[in-house]
C-alpha cells in the first residue's frame, strides 16, 4: 500500500515537474516578445543578452501615430475585415457541410468524406501557386475579399468536427419532426441550429483565428502596402524596428486572447461534443 502511494506521488511529482518546465520553455519567447516592445531604443542590436537595456511606452504611441511607412492602424484594420467576413462565410459554410454529411444519405458521400480525409493529410501551401494563378485570372490580387474568398472556400474542408457533433443527436428527432410535417430547412432551424450553439461558437473562433494570423497567403496576394495584414507588414519592418514589431505583436494577440477568455467555455463544450463520433 505505501508503496503504491510512494508510485503515485512520484508520477504526480515528475508529471508536474516536467508540465512546468515545458510551459516556461513556451512562456519564455512571450515574455521576451512582451519586454521588447517596451524597447526605448527599438532596436534589437542594443540589447542586453534578450532583454532591453531601457523601457518606455514610446513604442505603442509609435505604433499608432507614426503611420508614413508602417501604417498598423490599416493593417490592424485590414486583419479584421478578413477575419470577421472569413469567420462568418466560413462558419456557414463548414455547418451546412457538416449537417448534410451527418443527416443525408446520397451517393458518392463516403467516397467524398475519405477524399476530403486524404486531401486534409496534405499541407495548405502546396497549392498556393494554383490559387495565385486562379486569383490573377480573377482579377483578386491585391483585393482583400480575394483573400477572404479562399479563406472561405477552404473552410469546408474541416467539416469533421462539426460532423462528430451532428452525428451525437439522435435521428429519431428528425423522424418526428417528420411526422409533423416538418421540412427538412425546418428541422436544421427549428432543433439542430439551437442545439448546436456550442459548436458553432467553436467553428466561428476557430475560423475566426486562422486568418487574424496567418502570412503565406496575405504575403501572396496583397502587394501593396496599405493592403498589408498585421502579420505582412510587420514581418516588413526593418532591423531597426524591432521593439515595434513586438508591440504589434503583443497588440495583435490581445484579441484572440479576450476572445478565448470570453468564449471558452463553449470551445470546450464544442470540441467536446464533436469528439464524440466521427
Not at 479576450?258 to 463553449?266: E, H, K, V
Request: glycine fraction near 6%; charged fraction near 10%.
Amino acid at each position: 500500500m505505501k508503496k503504491n502511494k510512494f508510485l503515485h506521488a512520484a508520477d504526480s511529482v515528475i508529471t508536474h515537474s516536467t508540465l512546468i518546465v515545458v510551459s516556461l520553455i513556451f512562456l519564455f519567447p512571450c515574455l521576451w516578445l512582451i519586454l521588447a516592445s517596451y524597447s526605448k531604443s527599438g532596436s534589437i542590436y542594443t540589447y542586453e543578452g534578450f532583454f532591453p537595456s531601457e523601457y518606455s511606452l514610446d513604442t505603442f504611441k509609435t505604433l499608432f501615430t507614426d503611420t508614413a511607412m508602417y501604417n498598423y492602424p490599416q493593417w490592424f484594420m485590414n486583419t479584421l475585415q478578413i477575419a470577421v467576413f472569413s469567420s462568418l462565410i466560413g462558419t456557414f459554410l463548414v455547418i451546412l457541410t457538416a449537417y448534410t454529411m451527418s443527416r443525408f444519405q446520397f451517393k458518392s458521400r463516403k467516397k467524398i468524406m475519405k477524399g476530403t480525409l486524404i486531401l486534409g493529410m496534405f499541407p495548405s501551401f502546396m497549392g498556393m501557386i494554383a490559387v495565385y494563378i486562379i486569383m490573377t485570372q480573377f482579377g483578386l490580387i491585391n483585393n482583400l475579399w480575394g483573400v477572404i474568398l479562399i479563406y472561405s472556400s477552404s473552410a469546408p474542408m474541416g467539416y469533421l468536427t462539426q460532423k462528430g457533433f451532428f452525428d451525437t443527436v439522435p435521428y429519431s428527432i428528425d423522424e418526428a419532426a417528420k411526422i409533423d410535417g416538418a421540412t427538412n430547412f425546418q428541422i436544421f432551424q427549428k432543433i439542430h441550429l439551437p442545439l448546436s450553439q456550442p459548436m458553432i461558437v467553436y467553428t466561428a473562433l476557430t475560423s475566426f483565428t486562422f486568418p487574424w494570423s496567418d502570412f503565406i497567403l496575405p504575403k501572396l496576394l496583397l502587394k501593396e502596402k496599405n493592403l498589408y495584414t498585421v502579420a505582412v507588414g510587420l514581418m516588413s519592418l526593418g532591423e531597426t524596428e524591432f521593439s515595434r514589431f513586438a508591440a504589434g505583436s503583443v497588440f495583435i494577440a490581445v484579441p484572440i486572447v479576450i476572445l478565448y477568455f470570453i468564449l471558452i467555455r463553449y470551445m470546450i463544450s464544442g470540441m467536446t461534443a464533436g469528439a464524440v463520433k466521427g
